[in-house]
C-alpha cells in the first residue's frame, strides 16, 4: 500500500482533544488506503518546559542526559496518538525513535540521521498494522543512548522517513496554513504560497522563516520529498497548504518569492588585523571553535597592509564572539586594535529562483531601501538571495516597502 507521513507539531498535539482531532485526519488517509506513518512532536510548551527543568539542575549539563530529559516530551504524545488511534479503531502501534531503530551520530542535542531501516515497521505494516507512530526529534547513537536533533527537529524526522519509506508525500502539519511571502504580522498583504521550489524555501528557513527546520528542507530537497506544509485547524482538503517541491513542477514563478528577515542579528568589526594570508583563517577558526555562528562576511580595502573585517552572528552570540577574538589576541595568534560590536542591527533579504536569469533584483532593492532613506551597512549576494544588514529600528518598514515594489501580493 502507498505511504503518507503525516506530521503534527507541538500545537496540533497539545492536548487531548486535539490529538482526536489529528487523529480523525489520520483516519481519512487510513480509509483512502494509505499506510501512514505518523510522526509527532511533544505537546506544546513542554519541551521548552524540559530544556528549562535540565539548565534548572545542571547549567553545564551533560548533553546525553539533556537528550534523555529532553527527548521524554515525544515519547508521551506518540503513546497517546496511538491509543486514540486504537479507540477509533484504526490498528496503530507507536515506536520511539530507539525502536525503529532511527540510528543517528552521537552529536547529542544535534545529532544528524544516518540511517532508518524499514524492516520493523514493513512488517508490522504487512502483518494489518495501518499506523505507525513515531516519537519524533529522537533517535538512538551508535554507543546505544538516546539522541535528540536540535530544536524543531521532528520536521527532519518527519521528511527522513518519507525518504525511507519513498513515501507519497509529507505532510506537516503546523499552526499557520502554509508559506507566505513574507511574515503576515509585518504586512498584511503577505500572501499564502500555492508552490514554493525547495531551494527558496532552504533559503527562507535559513533566513529565519519557523515554518520548517532547515535540515528538512535540505533533506527534502536531497530526496526529492513532496513536502507539504498545512494548518491542523482547517478544513481538509487536497490542495490545502503550501506544496514545496522541485522547481520543475511550478509553471509560473516571480523572480521574488518571498521576503525574510531576522531581527537578532549584530554586525561586528575588527579594527586593524594585518593583511596577510591565513589572517581571515585565524579569525573564523577561532569563531568557530569558540561555537559563533557567522554569517555575513565582509573585508574592507586594505590600507599599509592593514585592513577591517567585518561578520555579522546572532546578537546572542556577541559575548562569545568577543571571548573567542580576545583569546586569539592573548594567544598572540592575532592581533587587532579594536572590537566594535553593533547590536542594533537587523538583516532583510529577498529570495527567489527567478533571480537567477532576471538581472536588476539587486539594483531595485537597493533603490527601495534608499527611497525610504534606509542605509544599508552590510550586502552579501548568493545565487536566489540577496541580504542586506540594516538599522532594526527600520526593519518592518523594509520588508513592507520591498514586498509591495516586488508585488508580492499578487500571485504571478
Ligand atoms: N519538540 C521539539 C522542539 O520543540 C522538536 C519538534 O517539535 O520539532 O524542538
Ligand atoms: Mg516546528
Known amino acids: 500500500m502507498p ?7 507541538g500545537t496540533s498535539v497539545a492536548n487531548l482533544d486535539r490529538i482526536r482531532r489529528a487523529a480523525k485526519r489520520v483516519g481519512v488517509e487510513v ?16 519541551t521548552n518546559e524540559l530544556v528549562g527543568w535540565v539548565s534548572e539542575t545542571s547549567p553545564m549539563f551533560d548533553a546525553r ?6 527527548s521524554s516530551g515525544e515519547n508521551v504524545t506518540a503513546g497517546l496518538m496511538a491509543l486514540t488511534l486504537q479507540e477509533m479503531d484504526v490498528p496503530a502501534r ?4 530507539w525502536q525503529v531503530p532511527l540510528r543517528t551520530t552521537s552529536a547529542h542535542s544535534a545529532a544528524r540521521i544516518e540511517e532508518i531501516p524499514t524492516e520493523n515497521l514493513s512488517s508490522k505494516f504487512r502483518e494489518g498494522m495501518r499506523v505507525a507512530v513515531v516519537a519524533g526529534f529522537q533517535g538512538v547513537s551508535p554507543e546505544g543512548r538516546i539522541t535528540t536533533l536540535g530544536r524543531g527537529g521532528s520536521d527532519t524526522t518527519a521528511v527522513a522517513f518519507a525518504a525511507a519509506f519513498d513515501a507519497e508525500r509529507c505532510d506537516i502539519y503546523t499552526d499557520v496554513d502554509g508559506v507566505y511571502t513574507t511574515d503576515p504580522r509585518i504586512t498584511d498583504k503577505a500572501r499564502k504560497l500555492d508552490r514554493i521550489a525547495f531551494e527558496e524555501m532552504l533559503e527562507l528557513a535559513s533566513l529565519g522563516a519557523k515554518v520548517l527546520q532547515t535540515r528538512s528542507v535540505e533533506l527534502a530537497m536531497r530526496y526529492k520529498v513532496k513536502l507539504r506544509v498545512l494548518s491542523s485547524f482547517e478544513e481538509q482538503s487536497d490542495s490545502a497548504g503550501t506544496l514545496v517541491c522541485d522547481e520543475e513542477e511550478i509553471m509560473e514563478s516571480k523572480v521574488v518569492a518571498g521576503v525574510a528577515f531576522s531581527r537578532d542579528e549584530a554586525k561586528m568589526t575588527l579594527l586593524s588585523v594585518a593583511d596577510r594570508p591565513g589572517i581571515a583563517a585565524t579569525i573564523f577558526t577561532a569563531l568557530s571553535e569558540g561555537g559563533v555562528n557567522v554569517d555575513m562576511i565582509v573585508q574592507n580595502i586594505s590600507e599599509e597592509g592593514r ?9 546572542d552570540q556577541v559575548r562569545r564572539a568577543e571571548a573567542a577574538l580576545a583569546k586569539a589576541r592573548s594567544e598572540k595568534a592575532l592581533n587587532f586594535s579594536e572590537l566594535v560590536a553593533d547590536t542594533g542591527v537587523a538583516k532583510v533579504s529577498v529570495v527567489g529562483i527567478g533571480m537567477r536569469s532576471h538581472t536588476g533584483v539587486a539594483a531595485k532593492m537597493f533603490q527601495v531601501l534608499s527611497a525610504e532613506g534606509i542605509n544599508i551597512k552590510v550586502i552579501t549576494t ?3 538571495k540577496i541580504s542586506v544588514l540594516i538599522d532594526r529600528k527600520y ?4 520588508v513592507q516597502a520591498l514586498h509591495d515594489a516586488f508585488e508580492l501580493e499578487k500571485a504571478a
Open 65 to 70: 542526559e539533556y537528550d534523555a530529559v529532553v
Open 382 to 384: 548568493s545565487e536566489i
Open 395 to 398: 526593519m518592518e518598514l523594509a
Open 31 to 46: 480509509a483512502k488506503g494509505y499506510d501512514v506513518i505518523v510522526i509527532v512532536s511533544a505537546m506544546s510548551g513542554k
Open 94 to 97: 507507536s515506536w520511539q525513535g
Open 3 to 9: 505511504v503518507l507521513v503525516m506530521k503534527f507539531g
Open 307 to 315: 585592513t577591517d573585517m567585518t561578520f555579522s552572528c546572532p546578537i
